[in-house]
């Protein structure tokens, strides 16, 4: 073996090396989560989703007496004042669950009470709002009103696995599971700048979020999703000009392939 070839096969473990180091630390999630969270910590930046227009609810009036339940019977399978009947009582001898649509002013048409505005609203401000009037009024004075919004919807879109519209049960959903279940990135998604539009109280906004580091994605006001957002995953650059990995794949051949050259010079001339 020439004695130019050991410092070549040097050069190129190096950096055969430095490569990987560098792509795994552009792929990790959260780095750094494992000390800062070596002790719990609280969490302060969550807050309760707030209805907004076409999200449907769920309210159920639970009380001894049947018979005033039955006066806010709800006959419409999803709500908003669309009168459908649904040929069954939506409230029994306990108790029932009526179902309505939120329409675009941010109201539910609840029987007896007409129309109600719960844009903007938790689900517990609906809740005892009705549960209030119930009594006040002097409609059921042993009501009890609970109100859940039955599923909401975000999209995901770019470099994922499987993008698209999604629609999820309950009422907290963070953007790691929303990735997750769209599949995760792919390997040649930009992790440090995932972008998250969305619309609240008439405004539109645009957070980024850095997968990275985990203080960006837990404390990022983005990390727990609400209704409508929109998550869209940047390609990286050859993604974009090429829409094929091979592109990829062969821009790093020639970065490398032009480095051992470089290398090779070098050696060559100092050995002169």
């Known amino acids: 073996m020439k004695r130019t070839t050991l410092p070549l096969l040097a050069c190129a473990l190096c950096m055969g090396v430095m490569t990987s180091c560098i792509s795994n630390k552009k792929m990790i999630y959260l780095q750094g989560a494992t000390q800062s969270y070596a002790a719990p910590k609280a969490i302060d930046n969550y807050s309760e989703l707030q209805v907004q227009p076409d999200d449907q609810l769920a309210i159920s009036v639970s009380s001894k007496d049947a018979e005033l339940l039955a006066r806010f019977n709800n006959n419409t399978l999803i709500g908003g004042g669309n009168n459908s009947q649904t040929g069954s009582n939506s409230i029994n001898v306990s108790s029932g669950v009526s179902y309505f649509r939120v329409n675009k002013e941010g109201n539910i048409e609840f029987p007896i009470f007409g129309t109600i505005h719960v844009g903007g609203m938790t689900t517990g401000e609906i809740s005892a709002l009705i549960q209030k009037r119930m009594i006040d009024e002097g409609y059921i004075n042993d009501a009890v009103v609970n109100t859940k919004i039955m599923s909401f919807k975000v ?3 770019g470099d994922v696995k499987t993008p698209g ?3 999820y049960q309950g009422e907290r959903l963070t953007i790691l599971e929303a990735l997750g279940k769209a599949g995760d990135l792919t390997n040649s998604a930009y992790r440090n700048n995932v972008l998250v539009i969305r619309e609240e109280n008439g405004e539109r906004k645009a957070y980024e979020v850095n997968l990275l580091d985990n203080q960006a994605v837990f ?3 983005a ?3 609400q209704q409508n957002d929109v998550i869209y995953v940047q390609p990286n650059k050859s993604q974009r000009v090429k829409g094929s990995t091979s592109y990829t794949w062969l821009s790093v051949g020639s970065t490398v392939v032009g480095m051992v050259v470089s290398v090779v010079s070098l050696i060559v001339a100092l050995k002169k």
């Open 155 to 157: 999209t995901v879109m």
């Open 165 to 167: 519209t999604q629609t």
């Open 223 to 225: 990390y727990y999703l």
């Open 219 to 221: 404390n990022s006001p």
